[in-house]
């Protein structure tokens, strides 16, 4: 079985400040990690993506995440946050059949 | 790369009904996926639709109630049945490419 947990359901962050966004899995068979992005009344869109190789992977939007396989975490960080990247955030753990399992979300809300 | 759109976008429902939504992609693919988030919660997998099998559920969630089909690789429905307030939820079909696309989404208020 495998599950994804991310550790903070609120973020509030101001404009132009790092972020980091933790997530946390468990999973018995080879991990294939995601971070999906939900823009208010959108529907979900890919950040990035671990599937193998190197642990610091890049994406899209000046976001990147570090496969971190002792810890079993994945987090996801910005160097510099923008007031569009208000939006809710999704950690996910694939199986070796496609399926998707979730995280509960992070909520970022960037201030001016 | 996968384009998805569902109908319909958005619909309010009498309880005791059911509602048709309509997943259509721009390109044949094998899998897809249907999913549900209720409001303000994340993703739960309802089914996987692969075409030429039947759909497989997940725990908790039943053929009866949510029947779903997929006659030919761009296009699947889900069918949520005898709909009560607590089927209120974003419906979103997904279909993997190399990695998994999502569509818009159908939002369903049940009355």
């Known amino acids: 079985a495998q599950s994804v947990t991310q550790l903070d359901s609120q973020v509030p962050v101001f404009e132009e400040a790092p972020v980091e966004l933790r997530c946390n899995y468990s999973?018995?068979?080879?991990?294939?990690l995601f971070w999906y992005v939900q823009y208010p009344n959108q529907g979900l869109q890919l950040l990035l993506k671990?599937?193998?190789?190197?642990?610091l992977v890049k994406g899209i939007n000046g976001f990147e995440a570090e496969f971190n396989k002792s810890q079993t975490s994945f987090h996801l960080r910005k160097p510099s946050v923008h007031i569009s990247d208000t939006a809710e955030y999704f950690c996910?753990?694939?199986?070796?059949?496609?399926?998707?399992?979730f995280g509960a979300g992070t909520t970022v809300t960037v201030r001016a | 790369s996968a384009v998805i759109s569902q109908k319909p976008s958005r619909d309010i429902c009498q309880r005791g009904t059911s509602l048709t939504i309509q997943c259509q992609v721009d390109?044949?693919?094998?899998?897809m996926f249907w999913y549900r988030q209720q409001p303000g919660q994340s993703l739960t997998l309802i089914a996987t639709?692969?075409?030429?099998?039947?759909?497989?559920?997940e725990s908790g969630f039943v053929i009866d109630k949510f029947p779903i089909s997929r006659p030919n690789l761009t296009f699947s429905t889900l069918t949520v049945s005898n709909m009560s307030p607590e089927d209120s939820s974003i419906y979103l079909c997904?279909?993997?490419?190399?990695?998994?696309?999502f569509g818009p989404g159908t939002r369903l208020t049940v009355l």
């Open positions: 671990y599937l193998s190789g190197s642990t």
């Open positions: 390109s044949q693919v094998t899998m």
């Open positions: 639709a692969n075409q030429g099998s039947e759909a497989t559920y």
């Open positions: 997904s279909v993997e490419v190399n990695e998994q696309f």
């Open positions: 999973s018995s068979v080879s991990v294939y």
């Open positions: 996910a753990v694939r199986s070796n059949d496609y399926k998707l399992s």
